[in-house]
């Protein structure tokens, strides 16, 4: 296990590198709010797609070597991109479509990753699992952004990208150094249709309440919350005048946030229900995204940022451990790759959104816009839904009352 997550530090570092770079130069290159939003929504869309071929995979063979496959196939993807970098090549679409490529990659591996997860601690021990990765990946929030700055200045783009590709690598080698397989615990079903068992997995998630809950939380989160972190690059050149570094510092304090954060909800989970979390959670989440959208200074958005960055990962800490907690072992890849698709198509929607917002009139009013409507949506939810809290906390729920909104229905494809 701390194999695994040493070498997930540094493919993290990479990955916020390159987020940063990339960003940056978009935002620098075009000033639009869109197109900036574009490269981020590259980095997190593929799981829309990829995340249900990767639940299939990780529920047939065994999630090392499906996890360690896709990594390799990132790190080839992103040696391109920094061979393209090297060449002059600076155009968004070209720029867009060579990290759709890789992220691609990375969603196809990543449920197997989760759905090992479970099988490296005892349940008590799962969201302090959870919480783990999410130190990993702001840790990277972190270091990422600072380093690509130097590195920028230092070696140039194309070699700063290269860099993260060799993280990659070094992820890969990690996991295939975990000697122990990973394969589903129950393979009954396995001769059925992809169809099928993309539909078996659904029917799944619905029939779980603790986990259909989660992934409409989840939903509303990246719809209203998350669209800030890929603006970050535009909010900064547009509104504040900043360049890389500005645009690290506040990635940095996010992630310093986050890791805060996680520890803190880590601590909470042990006193209070996972209810009582998440609907603290969304007022602060509402509160420090407005504080965020009206920053008079940078002093103010570093600060806000942070919070950000930890209210984001509590929340995410908290409604991805309720999911992986009530999956069932057998399904247990599918479910996860639903939850990564659900989060990647949102994430995108909301991304274009706010940004055509932001296009349209200023990214203050935009983020001002996502604040409301959390509270909106989560209004409506806990109306629709009356047990959502015995299904958040893990108590049976009666069939009646599984039903949710239309409108997030739909935003989670059913």
């Known amino acids: 296990m701390r194999l695994l997550w040493g070498a997930a530090v540094v493919s993290d570092v990479g990955t916020w590198i390159q987020l940063i770079v990339v960003g940056s130069l978009v935002a620098a290159g075009t000033g639009s709010a869109i197109q900036t939003g574009l490269v981020a929504l590259a980095t997190f869309m593929p799981q829309g797609i990829a995340s249900p071929v990767g639940g299939l995979l990780a529920d047939r063979f065994d999630r090392r070597k499906v996890f360690a496959t896709a990594l390799v196939a990132q790190a080839m993807v992103t040696t391109v991109l920094a061979v393209a970098l090297g060449m002059g090549v600076r155009a968004p679409a070209v720029l867009t479509v060579l990290i759709l490529l890789g992220s691609a990659a990375g969603a196809t591996g990543a449920p197997s990753y989760a759905a090992m997860q479970p099988d ?83 029917r799944t998630l619905r029939a779980t309440p603790g986990c259909w809950h989660g992934v409409v939380l989840l939903v509303l989160f990246n719809l209203t919350i998350v669209p800030f972190m890929g603006l970050i690059p535009i909010y900064v050149s ?29 601590v909470l989970a042990s006193r209070y229900s996972r209810s009582f979390l998440v609907g603290r959670l969304v007022w602060v989440l509402s509160g420090a995204l407005a504080v965020y959208a009206i920053a008079p200074n940078t002093a103010w958005l570093v600060v806000a940022g942070a919070l950000l960055g930890g209210a984001s990962a509590s929340m995410f800490i908290s409604t991805s451990a309720i999911i992986q907690r009530d999956a069932p072992p057998a399904s247990r890849g599918r ?22 917002i932001g296009d349209a ?25 009356r047990n959502w809290r015995a299904a958040v906390d893990g108590n049976e729920v009666l069939a009646a009352d599984r039903a949710l909104p239309e409108v997030l229905s739909v935003a989670c494809g059913d």
């Open 120 to 202: 490296l601690v005892p349940p008590e021990e799962l969201m302090a699992m959870v919480s783990l990765g999410v130190y990993s990946w702001n840790s990277g929030r972190i270091i990422g952004p600072l380093l690509g700055s130097v590195l920028v200045l230092s070696v140039g783009p194309a070699w700063t990208i290269g860099f993260n590709a060799l993280s990659f690598i070094v992820m890969a080698a990690a996991v295939s150094m975990v000697r122990r397989p990973f394969r589903p615990h129950d393979e009954s079903g396995l001769d059925a249709g992809v169809r099928d068992r993309l539909v078996g997995g659904w």
């Open 238 to 266: 547009a509104e504040y005048g900043g360049g890389t570094g500005l645009t690290g510092s506040v990635a940095s304090a996010q992630g310093v946030g986050a890791i805060f954060g996680g520890v803190l909800i880590t």
């Open 361 to 385: 009139t200023n990214l203050h009013l935009a983020f001002g816009v996502g604040s409301a409507l959390l509270l909106v949506g989560f209004g409506a939810l806990t109306l629709r839904s």
């Open 335 to 356: 479910v996860m790759s639903i939850m990564q698709a659900s989060m990647g198509v949102s994430y995108g929607i909301g991304l274009l959104f706010i940004g055509s």
